[in-house]
């Protein structure tokens, strides 16, 4: 017991101490003091201000200061994404500028490039109105000419069209201008030219006809290319119509229909000559909005660019600054309005980290009055945290996916580290295909810099997150792959030759009556004789379901000393005497027992069989073992352990329960009676009142239950899980099988030919099968089976995981959110 | 076949059941909406919507916001929402979708016309014409001058055009005969989508029947209200009302014949789910009659959810949603116009 104290205390072994801390800021110094705390990154705020929503709250005014400003940012960013630029940061470094500052700047950026996209939208749809006049004068003059035939006789009194005139030089009123039709003239035919949708076309004849009665004449010419939309700015497929009917009643429905169309109307002259002079004078005018449009744009791009310099840097502000007042608004303002008292949890090593950076903002804030910063009791479980590093980052993980660990609790991420990728790599174990993971693993902790500053995408993320697993898990595979000498299959006599022989030089009867074992044991792992032979399965299954056993009780067997661990860390001597003490004796009289038995039959090479010791041991105790007797004296044991494990089943069921109802009594009685003597002892123990609640209740049927419960998954699972670790057997055997497949099916078959194609193709298919099948699936499922070995069978036996995590004030976290 | 929708309903609308079962959890709860109750400005609005799945519609919002941009920004998600589901819908659903969305096009319909009459600005009312209820040829309304030319220049391509077959008249357009023509299209329309969904069968026919019933039974008793004291003959108004429903056919009868609110709450407390709709309701009063028939319809809607395996929980989602942005925007109005004591009045709690 001493010493098991006094074992020097292991920093992941058991999450931090925290304390539950109190602060009292001052006003003036409020703001830097939680900017100092965020830079510190130790401190986890409690909100205080619960039942208030968001718009209740302190601060809520700088909250919506910030969230407009971030919304001006996004705008920015967009504007800078649209022009096709990257935003870059400036290589020279800007000075600091403090938020009314950026507020202010903000404000202006994004009032200038309102005020320039509304300007060079506006060109733009001037521009456009041009480019469509342009083309429906150039197309619709054709259609004239060509049925110039059939109204060539009304032509020759033309009115003069009203608005071909110095008009057109202000052409951004065109839209503005009455739609002029063509000139009604004495026949009544008039006409109207225009452009459209390319889509809408159908429907807008289909229209037209309808409303007209079938009395007009649609004729329509396809645009050459794409035009840009007057109205949104997007390239569409256009064509350009004119339309010719007759009647002042029907210009107005037409013109009614165009509109609902949005089809724009652009009134051409009849006459050639002045369509050819209008067709000049809107090209000139054209060339002079486009240079008009490209100065624009260039001044656009460059305040663009200004900005961009600064823009990451901002958008970091302002989020730093919107967490600082989410955080602040956590805080309650104390009676006299001139304090914030704010509540956190932190780590007990990071008090003078805290203190220091409290004294800092007092100090740079020039306040009167010092943050006050002191302990508080708290009923609360503390949160749970571990400082991890990029190596044991990832085994935390993997025991957190599971749950977070209760707050002190021992932590199996530890053991996990080795634990985890061994068991993998009994699974996975072919020095071939690990030396493969290895290089991966290994490529990924060689660009680790480089990667870890990029996006990734999310396979490639979890690649990158489990490299140092991967690593250790090759690593381990190379290791298993060598005691099962696999290498693709492969057989290698890496460590001398084997040790057995054939009979005679022929080798004939080696596959029927066997081998000769002629000299000492193969040194390391399976003799590469094994290979081929017919004995190889049976001895393989052999060794390698034995191993599981062993390994499974082992760790479960060091799972229930975790236990105890646990228990001696509460201080929770009941734990210790009803339910690690009977778990123990009953894993270790039945199971424990059975790996004895495994060691022993390998060390003396005994022919018992191990099946049948076992269930005779239930079936019929007191019967002679006879020729499966291993040592002298077995029978005996046998009913003494079976008897021990008989009496630890209600061991672990009732005292538990009985005692804690005793304990409860006791408690209640001696408040009832005792309260002079027995009140100062209360008010150490329950510092809370609030705590009291909580032990009033004892209801006795609900921990009897539930104590129920644990001892029969308890008992049941013994049987269970070991039988679950058999899956490390199967799934190697597995994996070697399918690997011996490729291999012989594959690689071998296709050698046999003498055909350089075949040869390819199948070397080809075996490297494919190998990467796809047996490096990605069969890592992916052994890695399954690993974890679920560790998250039930493993951690069932001790760990509660109901705890949750320290989720610090910190800016550093905040980027990492973003990104 | 009633009964057995388990066996085949998920192979093409369990996806969007999940769908639309995830976007009712994302509607505002009676929390959300006592917190909505206690802002003081549009910008309070803002903020705490930016919680809920408003959010990201509202967040590119400048500020000095309008109660019109956020009813359109609400609007915006519902009708996102509304076409997700409709491109990923298969038949007989897709149909049953679109089903949804005419009653919102004929009140479109609607709205040109009587706006043309009024000589609006008919970009101006195609901004004011409800998403949903768009069609592409509705710009082209505005031509017309009487009902025959409305169907046959713009309605005929719709799928309102077979509705239109009872109220062709060659008479010009005006504001009673606009109101008439909604009545009877929305009565074609009632009809045919119960018939639709009759067809369907199984549950949806069961749960749809019993809310178009509601909707059809609400229909007559808002008709009769609003027809109390016009022209509108005996007869004419009875040819108003679906034929279908828990009115239909004597409720109808004793309707048809009422001549002032008393009359209509008689003849509504023979029904007893109505009865407890009119007991609320002090003698003479019909302003809180909308409210109360809403919070019925909510309920009804809300107990739709309840069953799984038909097509129902849609029609139900979608209304909800309307309800919802219409309370955000009874709440904005009142928010703006600083009539904070009102802001209860209207608003129908949806959970």
Same mark, same amino acid.
């Given at each position: 017991?001493?010493?098991?104290?006094?074992?020097?205390?292991?920093?992941?072994?058991?999450?931090?101490?925290?304390?539950?801390?109190?602060?009292?800021?001052?006003?003036?110094?409020?703001?830097?003091?939680?900017?100092?705390?965020?830079?510190?990154?130790?401190?986890?705020?409690?909100?205080?201000?619960?039942?208030?929503?968001?718009?209740?709250?302190?601060?809520?005014?700088?909250?919506?200061?910030?969230?407009?400003?971030?919304?001006?940012?996004?705008?920015i960013k967009d504007q800078i994404h649209n022009a096709g630029l990257v935003p870059s940061?400036?290589?020279?470094?800007?000075?600091?500028?403090?938020?009314?500052?950026?507020?202010?700047?903000?404000?202006?950026?994004?009032?200038?490039l309102?005020?320039?996209n509304?300007?060079s939208?506006?060109?733009?749809?001037?521009?456009?109105?041009?480019?469509?006049?342009?083309?429906?004068?150039?197309?619709?003059?054709?259609?004239?000419?060509?049925?110039?035939?059939?109204?060539?006789?009304?032509?020759?009194?033309?009115?003069?069209?009203?608005?071909?005139?110095?008009?057109?030089?202000?052409?951004?009123?065109?839209?503005?201008?009455?739609?002029?039709?063509?000139?009604?003239?004495?026949?009544?035919?008039?006409?109207?030219?225009?452009?459209?949708?390319?889509?809408?076309?159908?429907?807008?004849?289909?229209?037209?006809?309808?409303?007209?009665?079938?009395?007009?004449?649609?004729?329509?010419?396809?645009?050459?290319?794409?035009? &840009?939309?007057? $109205?949104?700015n997007?390239?569409? *497929?256009?064509?350009?119509?004119?339309? +010719?009917? !007759?009647?002042? /009643? %029907?210009?107005?429905?037409?013109?009614?229909?165009?509109?609902?169309?949005?089809?724009?109307?652009?009134?051409?002259?009849?006459?050639?000559?002045?369509?050819?002079?209008?067709?000049?004078?809107?090209?000139?005018?054209?060339?002079?909005?486009?240079?008009?449009?490209e100065?624009g744009l260039r001044h656009r791009d460059k305040a663009l660019i200004?900005i961009g310099?600064?823009l990451?840097?901002?958008?970091?502000?302002?989020?730093?600054?919107?967490?600082?007042?989410?955080?602040?608004?956590?805080?309650?303002?104390?009676?006299?309005?001139?304090?914030?008292?704010?509540?956190?949890?932190? &780590?007990?090593? $990071?008090?003078?980290?805290?203190? *220091?950076?409290?004294?800092?903002?007092? +100090?740079? !804030?020039?306040? /009167? %009055?010092?943050?006050?910063?002191?302990?508080?009791?708290?009923?609360?479980?503390?949160?749970?945290?571990?400082?991890?590093?990029?190596?044991?980052?990832?085994?935390?993980?993997?025991?957190?996916?599971?749950?977070?660990?209760?707050?002190?609790?021992?932590?199996?991420?530890?053991?996990?580290?080795?634990?985890?990728?061994?068991?993998?790599?009994?699974?996975?174990?072919?020095?071939?295909?690990?030396?493969?993971?290895?290089?991966?693993?290994?490529?990924?902790?060689?660009?680790?810099?480089?990667?870890?500053?990029?996006?990734?995408?999310?396979?490639?993320?979890?690649?990158?997150?489990?490299?140092?697993?991967?690593?250790?898990?090759?690593?381990?595979?190379?290791?298993?792959?060598?005691?099962?000498?696999?290498?693709?299959?492969?057989?290698?006599?890496?460590?001398?030759?084997?040790?057995?022989?054939?009979?005679?030089?022929?080798?004939?009867?080696?596959?029927?009556?066997?081998?000769?074992?002629?000299?000492?044991?193969?040194?390391?792992?399976?003799?590469?004789?094994?290979?081929?032979?017919?004995?190889?399965?049976?001895?393989?299954?052999?060794?390698?379901?034995?191993?599981?056993?062993?390994?499974?009780?082992?760790?479960?067997?060091?799972?229930?000393?975790?236990?105890?661990?646990?228990?001696?860390?509460?201080?929770?001597?009941?734990?210790?005497?009803?339910?690690?003490?009977?778990?123990?004796?009953?894993?270790?009289?039945?199971?424990?027992?059975?790996?004895?038995?495994?060691?022993?039959?390998?060390?003396?090479?005994?022919?018992?069989?191990?099946?049948?010791?076992?269930?005779?041991?239930?079936?019929?105790?007191?019967?002679?073992?006879?020729?499966?007797?291993?040592?002298?004296?077995?029978?005996?044991?046998?009913?003494?352990?079976?008897?021990?494990?008989?009496?630890?089943?209600?061991?672990?069921?009732?005292?538990?329960?009985?005692?804690?109802?005793?304990?409860?009594?006791?408690?209640?009685?001696?408040?009832?009676?005792?309260?002079?003597?027995?009140?100062?002892?209360?008010?150490?123990?329950?510092?809370?009142?609030?705590?009291?609640?909580?032990?009033?209740?004892?209801?006795?049927?609900?921990?009897?239950?539930?104590?129920?419960?644990?001892?029969?998954?308890?008992?049941?699972?013994?049987?269970?899980?070991?039988?679950?670790?058999?899956?490390?057997?199967?799934?190697?055997?597995?994996?070697?099988?399918?690997?011996?497949?490729?291999?012989?099916?594959?690689?071998?078959?296709?050698?046999?030919?003498?055909?350089?194609?075949?040869?390819?193709?199948?070397?080809?298919?075996?490297?494919?099968?190998?990467?796809?099948?047996?490096?990605?699936?069969?890592?992916?499922?052994?890695?399954?089976?690993?974890?679920?070995?560790?998250?039930?069978?493993?951690?069932?036996?001790?760990?509660?995981?109901?705890?949750?995590?320290?989720?610090?004030?910190?800016?550093?976290?905040?980027?990492?959110?973003?990104? | 076949?009633?009964?057995?929708?388990?066996?085949?309903?998920?192979?093409?609308?369990?996806?969007?059941?999940?769908?639309?079962?995830?976007?009712?959890?994302?509607?505002?709860?009676?929390?959300?909406?006592?917190?909505?109750?206690?802002?003081?400005?549009?910008?309070?609005?803002?903020?705490?919507?930016?919680?809920?799945?408003?959010?990201?519609?509202?967040?590119?919002?400048?500020?000095?916001?309008?109660?019109?941009?956020?009813?359109?920004?609400?609007?915006?998600?519902?009708?996102?929402?509304?076409?997700?589901?409709?491109?990923?819908?298969?038949?007989?659903?897709?149909?049953?979708?679109?089903?949804?969305?005419?009653?919102?096009?004929?009140?479109?319909?609607?709205?040109?016309?009587?706006?043309?009459?009024?000589?609006?600005?008919?970009?101006?009312?195609?901004?004011?014409?409800?998403?949903?209820?768009?069609?592409?040829?509705?710009?082209?309304?505005?031509?017309?001058?009487?009902?025959?030319?409305?169907?046959?220049?713009?309605?005929?391509?719709?799928?309102?055009?077979?509705?239109?077959?009872?109220?062709?008249?060659?008479?010009?357009?005006?504001?009673?005969?606009?109101?008439?023509?909604?009545?009877?299209?929305?009565?074609?329309?009632?009809?045919?989508?119960?018939?639709?969904?009759?067809?369907?069968?199984?549950?949806?026919?069961?749960?749809?029947?019993?809310?178009?019933?509601?909707?059809?039974?609400?229909?007559?008793?808002?008709?009769?209200?609003?027809?109390?004291?016009?022209?509108?003959?005996?007869?004419?108004?009875?040819?108003?009302?679906?034929?279908?429903?828990?009115?239909?056919?004597?409720?109808?009868?004793?309707?048809?014949?009422?001549?002032?609110?008393?009359?209509?709450?008689?003849?509504?407390?023979?029904?007893?789910?109505?009865?407890?709709?009119?007991?609320?309701?002090?003698?003479?009063?019909?302003?809180?009659?909308?409210?109360?028939?809403?919070?019925?319809?909510?309920?009804?809607?809300?107990?739709?959810?309840?069953?799984?395996?038909?097509?129902?929980?849609?029609?139900?989602?979608?209304?909800?949603?309307?309800?919802?942005?219409?309370?955000?925007?009874?709440?904005?109005?009142?928010?703006?116009?600083?009539?904070?004591?009102?802001?209860?009045?209207?608003?129908?709690?949806?959970?």
């Amino acid at each position: 017991m001493e010493y098991i104290d006094n074992l020097p205390s292991m920093d992941l072994m058991r999450s931090e101490k925290m304390m539950r801390v109190q602060l009292i800021i001052p006003v003036e110094s409020a703001h830097r003091a939680v900017t100092y705390l965020g830079q510190v990154g130790l401190i986890q705020f409690r909100d205080l201000n619960d039942d208030k929503s968001p718009f209740q709250r302190t601060f809520v005014n700088q909250v919506k200061r910030c969230a407009e400003m971030s919304r001006k940012l996004r705008f920015i960013k967009d504007q800078i994404h649209n022009a096709g630029l990257v935003p870059s940061p400036s290589p020279a470094s800007q000075p600091d500028i403090e938020l009314e500052e950026l507020e202010i700047q903000l404000a202006e950026h994004e009032h200038g490039l309102i005020e320039m996209n509304a300007n060079s939208e506006k060109l733009q749809q001037t521009y456009n109105e041009l480019l469509e006049f342009k083309m429906v004068s150039q197309k619709a003059g054709d259609i004239l000419l060509s049925s110039g035939s059939h109204v060539a006789a009304q032509e020759t009194e033309l009115d003069e069209n009203v608005h071909i005139s110095p008009e057109y030089a202000d052409t951004s009123s065109l839209l503005e201008q009455e739609m002029q039709p063509g000139p009604s003239n004495q026949s009544g035919v008039g006409f109207v030219s225009g452009i459209i949708c390319k889509s809408k076309v159908l429907r807008f004849e289909r229209m037209l006809f309808r409303t007209t009665r079938g009395n007009m004449l649609f004729n329509q010419a396809p645009a050459d290319n794409k035009v &840009p939309d007057p $109205a949104s700015n997007e390239m569409v *497929e256009k064509t350009v119509f004119v339309v +010719f009917f !007759s009647g002042e /009643q %029907v210009r107005i429905k037409i013109l009614k229909i165009c509109e609902a169309f949005g089809a724009n109307c652009y009134p051409i002259p009849e006459d050639t000559t002045k369509r050819r002079q209008i067709t000049r004078e809107v090209s000139s005018h054209l060339s002079e909005l486009e240079s008009t449009l490209e100065a624009g744009l260039r001044h656009r791009d460059k305040a663009l660019i200004s900005i961009g310099f600064h823009l990451a840097k901002w958008m970091n502000m302002v989020r730093r600054e919107n967490a600082i007042y989410d955080t602040l608004n956590m805080l309650n303002f104390d009676v006299t309005k001139k304090c914030l008292v704010g509540e956190g949890w932190c &780590p007990i090593f $990071a008090k003078t980290k805290i203190q *220091e950076a409290l004294q800092r903002a007092t +100090f740079d !804030s020039n306040s /009167q %009055v010092g943050v006050i910063f002191h302990v508080m009791d708290s009923v609360e479980s503390p949160p749970t945290y571990f400082q991890t590093n990029q190596f044991t980052n990832a085994y935390q993980e993997i025991v957190d996916a599971y749950g977070v660990a209760k707050y002190q609790e021992t932590n199996p991420a530890v053991y996990t580290i080795v634990t985890f990728p061994f068991l993998f790599a009994v699974m996975f174990g072919d020095w071939g295909h690990g030396i493969c993971l290895l290089l991966g693993a290994l490529f990924l902790i060689a660009r680790e810099k480089k990667l870890g500053s990029q996006k990734l995408g999310s396979f490639m993320e979890m690649l990158f997150g489990g490299r140092y697993v991967l690593l250790l898990m090759s690593l381990f595979s190379v290791y298993c792959g060598l005691i099962y000498n696999e290498f693709f299959s492969v057989p290698f006599h890496i460590f001398g030759s084997s040790a057995y022989q054939c009979r005679d030089s022929t080798c004939s009867d080696s596959r029927s009556v066997g081998l000769l074992k002629y000299r000492d044991t193969y040194p390391f792992g399976v003799d590469p004789s094994w290979r081929g032979s017919r004995s190889e399965l049976p001895f393989l299954n052999s060794l390698k379901m034995k191993m599981s056993i062993l390994f499974g009780v082992a760790q479960m067997n060091l799972g229930i000393i975790l236990n105890y661990f646990n228990a001696r860390y509460f201080d929770n001597s009941l734990d210790i005497k009803y339910q690690f003490v009977p778990q123990i004796i009953f894993l270790n009289s039945l199971f424990g027992y059975l790996s004895v038995l495994i060691i022993m039959k390998w060390c003396t090479g005994s022919q018992a069989d191990l099946y049948h010791v076992m269930i005779y041991m239930f079936l019929s105790p007191f019967e002679d073992l006879g020729e499966n007797q291993l040592f002298r004296g077995q029978g005996v044991l046998q009913v003494i352990l079976l008897l021990l494990a008989l009496i630890a089943v209600p061991w672990m069921l009732f005292p538990k329960p009985f005692i804690l109802k005793r304990l409860h009594t006791e408690r209640f009685e001696g408040r009832m009676y005792g309260i002079l003597g027995t009140s100062d002892n209360y008010d150490d123990e329950e510092p809370d009142p609030v705590r009291q609640p909580h032990h009033e209740e004892f209801n006795f049927s609900e921990v009897f239950v539930h104590q129920m419960i644990h001892s029969i998954e308890f008992v049941l699972g013994a049987v269970s899980n070991t039988a679950s670790y058999l899956r490390l057997w199967a799934l190697s055997l597995a994996h070697s099988e399918l690997s011996t497949v490729f291999y012989e099916k594959v690689l071998l078959l296709a050698w046999g030919y003498d055909n350089l194609i075949i040869r390819l193709v199948g070397l080809a298919v075996f490297a494919f099968a190998t990467a796809f099948i047996l490096l990605m699936m069969e890592t992916l499922s052994a890695f399954l089976h690993a974890l679920r070995l560790h998250w039930v069978e493993f951690q069932n036996k001790f760990y509660s995981g109901d705890g949750y995590k320290f989720r610090p004030f910190s800016f550093a976290a905040l980027n990492d959110d973003e990104d | 076949m009633y009964g057995f929708e388990a066996m085949t309903f998920n192979i093409h609308g369990g996806y969007l059941e999940a769908i639309v079962r995830g976007y009712r959890s994302g509607l505002l709860t009676a929390a959300d909406y006592n917190n909505l109750c206690q802002c003081e400005t549009l910008d309070d609005i803002k903020m705490h919507l930016s919680a809920t799945e408003y959010g990201p519609y509202l967040q590119n919002e400048p500020s000095p916001l309008h109660t019109t941009t956020i009813v359109e920004k609400c609007t915006l998600k519902l009708v996102d929402e509304y076409k997700h589901m409709l491109t990923q819908a298969t038949e007989p659903l897709s149909t049953f979708l679109e089903y949804i969305t005419y009653g919102h096009m004929i009140d479109n319909v609607v709205l040109i016309v009587t706006g043309t009459l009024h000589e609006r600005d008919v970009q101006e009312l195609l901004e004011k014409c409800h998403p949903l209820g768009m069609f592409d040829s509705i710009a082209t309304l505005a031509v017309a001058q009487n009902m025959r030319e409305l169907y046959r220049l713009v309605l005929v391509d719709t799928p309102l055009a077979p509705y239109f077959s009872e109220c062709i008249t060659s008479e010009d357009l005006d504001d009673m005969n606009i109101e008439i023509m909604r009545n009877t299209l929305y009565k074609a329309y009632l009809e045919d989508f119960y018939r639709f969904c009759q067809k369907l069968g199984g549950a949806t026919a069961e749960i749809m029947s019993d809310l178009l019933a509601f909707e059809a039974d609400r229909r007559a008793v808002n008709i009769t209200i609003n027809s109390i004291g016009t022209e509108l003959t005996r007869d004419d108004r009875r040819k108003l009302y679906s034929n279908f429903g828990l009115l239909y056919p004597y409720g109808h009868e004793e309707l048809a014949v009422c001549e002032d609110i008393d009359q209509v709450r008689a003849a509504m407390e023979k029904y007893p789910p109505y009865q407890t709709i009119f007991s609320k309701l002090s003698y003479g009063e019909s302003q809180i009659l909308d409210k109360a028939f809403y919070e019925e319809e909510v309920k009804r809607l809300c107990l739709a959810f309840e069953q799984q395996f038909h097509y129902g929980v849609f029609f139900a989602y979608m209304r909800l949603r309307e309800q919802e942005i219409r309370n955000l925007m009874w709440i904005s109005e009142c928010v703006a116009q600083n009539q904070k004591s009102r802001v209860h009045d209207s608003v129908v709690f949806i959970f």
